[in-house]
């Protein structure tokens, strides 16, 4: 079945920059969506369409497309960022909706 | 604001079925269609199936295909998923999700429901 590739882990200390790719075929298609899941808690969309960032999510997170990979940049990481993160797209028709496998993020 | 309560998880025996609901709010739930995603227990999320706007399509993944059937009541702004012959890998939480791709939005996922698949 499709899916998404993410890297498993991903580490980095306060204040430096996070970078987290996502890749699929489907990407140059498909917008992609992406999702920080703390312990516990459902997940919350941190960037949508790509590189829309909702209300309420603070600038540092940002979100970059080109060809098959999309990637997931949080600058002057935080503490409170530690997470798994997880992209969503769908398939070249729009209808299935597939996930990468997630990357937990440590900070340092 | 958008809000969707997912309901309906428990405990339940090998081979027996549950229905799911997810009550929506703070939207016009009748225009947009509805997902299902689950994640087990320590694993990441996988998408469960999606009902169109209007209840007439039906699109299933591979993990519950034959088991599963999702269904919608617009006038209750609700999504049902219902399991049947449910086995120990089903154990998960579920989460039903508005699907924003064709308005190019974003909106909250529930907090879920346990599902829990145990003798």
């Known amino acids: 079945s499709y899916e998404l590739a993410q890297p498993p882990s991903v580490s980095v200390s306060p204040g430096q920059t996070a970078s987290i790719p996502c890749s699929g075929e489907s990407l140059t298609k498909q917008y992609v969506y992406w999702y920080q899941q703390k312990a516990g808690q459902a997940p919350v969309v941190v960037i949508y369409?790509?590189?829309e960032r909702p209300s309420g999510i603070p600038e540092r997170f940002s979100g970059s497309s080109s060809g098959t990979t999309v990637t997931l940049t949080i600058s002057g990481v935080q503490a409170e960022d530690e997470a798994d993160y997880y992209c969503q797209s769908a398939d070249y028709s729009g209808t299935f909706w597939v996930f990468g496998g997630g990357t937990r993020l440590t900070v340092l | 604001q958008v809000h969707v309560v997912e309901s309906g998880g428990g405990v339940v025996q090998p081979g027996k079925s549950l229905r799911l609901s997810c009550a929506a709010s703070g939207f016009i739930f009748s225009k947009y269609d509805m997902h299902w995603v689950r994640q087990t227990p320590g694993k990441g999320l996988e998408w469960v199936g999606v009902?169109?706007?209007?209840?007439?399509?039906?699109y299933y993944g591979d993990s519950m295909k034959g088991r599963v059937t999702i269904s919608r009541d617009n006038s209750k702004n609700t999504v049902y998923l219902q399991m049947d012959s449910l086995r120990a890998d089903d154990t998960a939480v579920y989460y039903c999700?508005?699907?924003?791709?064709?308005?190019?939005?974003?909106?909250?996922w529930g907090q879920g429901t346990l599902v829990t698949v145990s003798s």
């Open positions: 009902i169109g706007f209007d209840g007439e399509n039906k």
């Open positions: 369409k790509d590189s």
């Open positions: 999700a508005r699907d924003d791709y064709g308005s190019g939005t974003h909106s909250p």
